[in-house]
């Protein structure tokens, strides 16, 4: 089935980013928010995005235009039913989820494919919410969206061969480059960086090194862009605390358990760039 107008669950800094990628690939992109007020924020940060990529010369503004009249906007889940492929892209909770799952496959024709932006749940148990498994699986992105050119596409025991093959062939659409891996908590990417991330802060709550040390260490000693303790603090302590706690109860294997330093900073909330606070402090 051809890919012509693409749902998009959630406005925030992931939903907000698929919804960028998508309009620009050519789809009409339906954004679909809880509230008037979050949908307003959404495609605010959606125009705000446009108009840097254009200041920077990567998007000419005819084409920013062409993207943004693509885009419409919703609060009702209903207003989606016409979608050929709906990515969802709302908190990391479960429940929450598979209850609106549910009402998306009543609402939606028995053609429209599914997929979770999820980066720690298993889409299996999500699909199951469903009468579509076979028309369900995972494209996780990575923030910035529009400008990090990975998805994983996921695929589940259920997902027919043809689901998987538009999914993948979609992400390519979009100009990223896609790899597939099976439904495993955390995937291939999150599997291998949160057990790092983690270790990094028991190193850090055991003396090995001072914060600096420990992000210049893996900055020029192995050449990564950003040390750990700061990409902590881009990615958000809390979301990494809420990821960890997923796979954890998903292997029960000691390197997937939080740190006791990296739930007291959630507790005492600091979450990192987007609080002001994290490892590092950053004003505001």
């Known amino acids: 089935m051809p890919i012509r107008k693409v749902?998009?669950?959630?406005?925030?800094?992931?939903?907000?980013?698929?919804a960028e990628?998508?309009?620009?690939?050519?789809?009409?992109?339906?954004?679909?928010?809880?509230?008037?007020?979050?949908?307003?924020?959404?495609?605010?940060?959606?125009?705000?995005?446009?108009?840097?990529?254009?200041?920077?010369?990567k998007l000419a503004a005819a084409d920013r235009d062409a993207a943004w009249k693509r885009i419409s906007s919703t609060t009702r889940l209903e207003d989606l039913a016409d979608c050929d492929l709906i990515i969802e892209a709302i908190v990391e909770n479960l429940d929450l989820k598979k209850e609106t799952y549910r009402t998306l496959d009543a609402a939606c024709k028995p053609a429209t494919i599914f997929c979770s932006n999820t980066s720690s749940l298993t889409i299996t148990e999500m699909s199951a919410a469903t009468k579509r498994p076979d028309r369900f699986a995972g494209l996780h992105f990575f923030n910035p969206v529009p400008v990090m050119k990975l998805v994983e596409v996921v695929r589940t025991i259920a997902t027919s061969d043809e689901t998987a093959a538009t999914v993948f062939e979609f992400a390519k659409s979009l100009g990223k480059e896609p790899i597939r891996t099976h439904?495993?908590?955390?995937?291939?990417?999150?599997?291998?960086?949160?057990?790092?991330?983690?270790?990094?802060?028991?190193?850090?709550?055991?003396?090995?090194?001072?914060?600096?040390?420990?992000?210049?260490?893996?900055?020029?000693?192995?050449?990564?862009?950003?040390?750990?303790?700061?990409?902590?603090?881009?990615?958000?302590?809390d979301t990494t605390y809420a990821i960890a706690e997923i796979m954890f109860e998903e292997y029960r294997e000691k390197r997937f358990a939080p740190p006791p330093l990296l739930k007291r900073m959630v507790l005492a909330g600091r979450y990192g760039k987007k609080s002001g606070r994290g490892f590092y402090e950053y004003g505001g």
């Open 183 to 237: 439904d495993n908590s955390g995937f291939i990417v999150n599997r291998l960086l949160v057990p790092y991330l983690l270790d990094a802060v028991r190193a850090l709550e055991e003396g090995v090194g001072s914060r600096e040390d420990i992000d210049k260490g893996m900055e020029l000693g192995c050449g990564h862009p950003m040390g750990p303790l700061k990409l902590l603090d881009f990615v958000g302590l």
């Open 7 to 18: 749902g998009v669950l959630g406005a925030g800094l992931m939903g907000s980013g698929i």
């Open 21 to 57: 990628v998508c309009a620009k690939a050519g789809y009409d992109t339906v954004v679909r928010e809880v509230s008037d007020d979050l949908v307003r924020k959404g495609l605010s940060r959606i125009e705000g995005s446009l108009g840097k990529a254009v200041e920077k010369g």
